[in-house]
């Protein structure tokens, strides 16, 4: 089983659609939950990140962190075409676990497109 | 502001021919840096991290090796590339994890890698 598994899409809604996009992970010790949006040929950039479970919101983008499920997830409003990208979940441990945050782990990526 | 240039953008070289990769990060001191290589249908891989000059952890093995000469540069060569190291090569900052808990990560742009 993979550490974290998330649907390569692609997902293709129209403009002004809700987008969920999920991650799910197999390692109980990730506190840290991130999502990066990469465009095409451009590197990944920092969207969101949560701590533990719970919920953050910034703008049209939602972050939830389910820690009982291993479950993951990210929700755009209002979904525009700028928002088409590769989105990337993340995440990591921390040295109080007896782990490294020095590192991340990735999904593969969903391919979102948005269509005008 | 913290800023990370990667270059060259684009890159088409022979195979068995050597490759160097740089990398450096402004605005920033004794930061954490990373080399990722992303292909197609597989997410990002990592593959070498430092945590201080001269430090550097390689996390698969393979053709590649990095050198982190100064605080802020990193290092990817190769001294004779295979056509499996064709991929778009990342290169990633974060604040040294002994700062505070969580330490995101910031990417560059990217090279994009062809071997032919």
């Known amino acids: 089983q993979k550490e974290v598994e998330q649907d390569p899409g692609p997902l293709s809604v129209p403009e002004g659609a809700i987008v969920s996009l999920n991650c799910t992970y197999s390692n109980s010790a990730f506190q840290y939950f991130m999502w990066y949006r990469q465009y095409s040929r451009k590197g990944p950039e920092l969207l969101m990140y949560t701590y533990s479970s719970g919920n953050k919101e910034d703008g049209r983008f939602t972050a939830q962190v389910d820690k009982s499920s291993k479950y993951i997830s990210l929700f755009i409003r209002d979904s525009q075409p700028s928002d088409s990208a590769t989105y990337l979940c993340?995440?990591?441990?921390?040295?109080?676990?007896?782990?490294?945050?020095?590192?991340?782990?990735f999904g593969k990526g969903t391919l979102l497109t948005v269509n005008p | 502001s913290q800023t990370i240039h990667q270059w060259p953008a684009t890159l088409v070289q022979p195979v068995g021919s050597p490759l160097s990769l740089e990398c450096t990060v402004e605005?920033?001191?004794?930061?954490?840096l990373y080399w990722y290589r992303q292909a197609a249908g597989r997410g990002l891989q990592l593959l070498f991290y430092?945590?201080?000059?001269?430090?550097i952890s390689s996390e698969v093995p393979q053709n590649l090796s990095a050198s982190r000469p100064q605080d802020r540069q990193f290092i990817l060569s190769s001294k004779k590339l295979l056509l499996s190291d064709s991929g778009f090569y990342l290169c990633?900052?974060?604040?040294?994890?002994?700062?505070?808990?969580?330490?995101?990560?910031?990417f560059g742009q990217g090279t994009r890698l062809t071997v032919v």
């Open positions: 993340a995440m990591s441990d921390t040295p109080n676990s007896g782990g490294s945050n020095y590192k991340l782990t």
């Open positions: 430092s945590v201080g000059i001269g430090q």
């Open positions: 605005g920033t001191s004794n930061p954490n």
């Open positions: 990633a900052w974060s604040v040294p994890s002994g700062s505070r808990q969580y330490t995101e990560a910031f």
